[in-house]
């Protein structure tokens, strides 16, 4: 990884289309998602995170030569800035941990596949090869949840996929870091404005039974994920949690965002209405 890294940074401009360029892109980001998986699994089983590590696996950082010499200072207090509030909105490691303590089931993959359906396949190609893989492992999970919905929204919420790439630079952000970071704060509070607007957007048709069946309306909040990255687009990733329609759908919002964020946040909502609908 650090050799990609050196060889990405002596390209004269590492996010040119060119051939040369995007298979640099194509190693390096292979390689960070493969680190930043054990990264982050490592962490876990740690009380005290080196500040890199922290900036890391909240915002993508792994080289501070690829930002620009003032940005750093404000990177770090981001990092340890708190914004509590209501809504279930969270870093992408405070979702994992969900994962790791089995509170969360992870999240469908890129085909569509449940963590359930992939391992049954997993388990069969290990099957003729005599190996043997531990479903129910949470660690597995983790890295599962890591190298699939993860990295793939990485991609998606960068804009555009040719021009991806997970690892923070100054290519991508200008000037402070603090003009594009989404804090738990702001994101809550753009709920909560769309709200106004579409007070029932996250209300679920819901049968109880109490003599007899009765059908009511129950508000069930997704849960809003800032992912370690920077792109110009929130997503919603999934709507429900297999048949249980008192799951919390996932939606996705990337750390350092450029563009309308409440228009951003506006389709996605839309996009899990027709979803669930």
């Not at 960070?32 to 909240?58: D, F, G, N, T």
């Not at 981001?78 to 809504?87: D, E």
């Not at 990255?229 to 759908?249: C, H, L, P, Y």
């Amino acid at each position: 990884f650090t050799r990609a890294i050196n060889d990405f940074k002596k390209i004269s401009n590492p996010f040119s289309p060119d051939d040369d360029a995007r298979k640099m892109r194509r190693q390096v980001t292979k390689l960070y998602w493969q680190l930043y998986s054990q990264v982050y699994l490592r962490s876990m089983s740690e009380k005290q995170l080196p500040a890199p590590v922290k900036l890391m696996i909240l915002f993508g950082f792994v080289d501070e030569t690829l930002l620009d010499p003032e940005q750093l200072p404000y990177l770090h207090s981001l990092a340890s800035s708190t914004s509590p509030v209501q809504m279930p909105v969270m870093y992408s490691n405070e979702f994992l941990q969900r994962i790791n303590s089995g509170e969360e089931p992870p999240s469908l993959n890129e085909l569509g596949l449940t963590y359930e359906k992939h391992i049954r396949e997993e388990i069969e190609k290990a099957g003729k090869s005599g190996a043997t893989i531990d479903e129910n492992d949470p660690l597995k999970k983790v890295d599962y949840e890591i190298q699939n919905m993860l990295q793939s929204v990485v991609g998606i919420c960068a804009g555009s996929r040719s021009n991806a790439f997970p690892i923070l630079t100054s290519y991508m952000i200008k000037g402070n870091p603090e003009s594009f970071f989404m804090s738990k704060r702001k994101i809550e509070e753009t709920i909560n404005e769309l709200l106004t607007i579409d007070y029932s957007a996250f209300y679920r048709e819901t049968v109880t039974r109490l003599n007899e069946p009765v059908l009511f309306e129950e508000e069930v909040l997704p849960y809003f994920i800032i992912i370690p990255s920077f792109g110009t687009k929130t997503m919603m990733w999934q709507e429900i949690v297999g048949n249980n329609k008192r799951s919390r759908a996932r939606i996705v919002i990337p750390a350092f965002f450029m563009g309308d964020l409440r228009r951003s946040l506006a389709h996605s909502i839309a996009s899990f209405r027709w979803e669930i609908c």
